[in-house]
């Protein structure tokens, strides 16, 4: 089993979406872009949001235990994936790649 890189690449924000559905929250998201995190192998890693980490897990752990070519080639580097939490006022896009480095 591989430990698997995972990027913050993009933080979007809907303010129309959030002032017409959302009811106030003081605290939404800590993601900052261009975070890394190292998951050891498939387990979430410390301080990663555990509502996105319910959303990508099963591509880190494909990725970890030597899946690729996810979605019959769908990205340029077979090892990797982008994958987005599902907040539909805050999605946080995630890029997810395989590291050569064994998961300890």
């Given at each position: 089993m591989k430990?698997?890189?995972?990027?913050?690449?993009?933080?979007?924000?809907?303010?129309?979406?959030?002032?017409?559905?959302?009811?106030?929250?003081?605290?939404?998201?800590?993601?900052?872009?261009?975070?890394?995190?190292?998951?050891?192998?498939?387990?979430?890693?410390?301080?990663?949001?555990e509502s996105a980490w319910e959303i990508i897990s099963p591509f880190v752990m494909t990725l970890a235990h030597g899946g690729e070519n996810l979605y019959d080639g769908w990205m340029k580097n077979k090892k990797s994936a982008m994958i987005s939490c599902n907040d539909g006022f805050r999605p946080v896009s995630f890029y997810i790649e395989a590291l050569e480095e064994d998961a300890e």
């Amino acid at each position: 089993m591989k430990k698997v890189k995972i990027t913050v690449m993009r933080k979007a924000q809907y303010d129309d979406l959030i002032a017409e559905y959302e009811n106030p929250i003081e605290h939404a998201c800590d993601m900052e872009e261009d975070t890394v995190y190292i998951a050891n192998g498939w387990q979430r890693p410390e301080n990663f949001c555990e509502s996105a980490w319910e959303i990508i897990s099963p591509f880190v752990m494909t990725l970890a235990h030597g899946g690729e070519n996810l979605y019959d080639g769908w990205m340029k580097n077979k090892k990797s994936a982008m994958i987005s939490c599902n907040d539909g006022f805050r999605p946080v896009s995630f890029y997810i790649e395989a590291l050569e480095e064994d998961a300890e």
